[in-house]
């Protein structure tokens, strides 16, 4: 095993991988960690996998995962995790907008935490005034109907100790809720301020309505889980090893 994952969904981004790649080294390096980076190209049509695979070439650390078609951010997202080797997993969007420069302080909290986020708290420096509004209603929406009180669930720069991953079971939509899916199992999740920078290649992904409306359902389901989760202890059992007589 070695010491930390960086998975990156990847959809259409062959303007900002070399440069986003140049940064994760420049940050990594310094820690002294053994590490990977994990690309999951999600069905891409331009030369984005091309980029990985010469990323590779010339340093094993990175790493390129390729779905056959794209299937959503959820979905590479999960494929990144299932593929991960560290003992420490981040996960960050690929556009450039998170700042590699704010892994060592997501890392730092893992000593006494389970699961690090990130909270965007100045969105105004990287996203139009639109994109923070509908964020901001999206958040509320769903802390409200989920009772819970994640300040940004729509930011997916986040920082796991590996066990946190073990059994996670995601379905379409639900890298919007993975802390709260941690939480429910038990785990430790802390909130912390993270950079938001302006995009400079493409396009983003998420709009309006795929990030208020369409989540909604997605946030109903949710709210079902948390109600039906079970919750128990065993106090005694009393009785022989699993195999004996």
Known sequence: MIDLSVVIPVYNEEENLPPLWAELRGVLEPLGLTYEVVFV????RD??????????????RARLVRLKANAGETA??????KAARGRW???????????????PALLSHLDQWDAVT???????????????????????????LSDETI?????????FRRE??????????????????????????????????PRRFGQSKYGVMNRVFVATADLLVVRWMKNRFLRYEVAEDLGGQPGQE
């Open 76 to 81: 590479a997202t999960d494929a990144g995790f």
């Open 118 to 144: 990130g909270w965007r708290v100045k969105r105004s420096e990287g996203d139009s005034t639109i994109r923070r509004v509908s964020s901001q209603v999206a958040n509320r929406v769903r802390n409200r």
């Open 47 to 60: 030369r984005s996998a091309e980029l990985i695979r010469g990323f590779r070439d010339c340093d094993p």
């Open 164 to 197: 946190c991953l073990r059994g996670l079971v995601l379905y379409r939509g639900f890298h919007r809720f993975v802390p709260t899916l941690l939480k429910m199992r038990g785990y430790r999740v802390l909130e912390v301020p993270v950079k938001n920078r």
């Open 89 to 103: 997993v981040v996960t960050m969007d690929a556009d450039l907008q998170n700042d590699p420069h704010d892994i």
């Open 151 to 159: 300040q940004d669930s729509g930011c997916t720069f986040r920082a």
């Open 41 to 44: 190209d999600d069905g891409s």
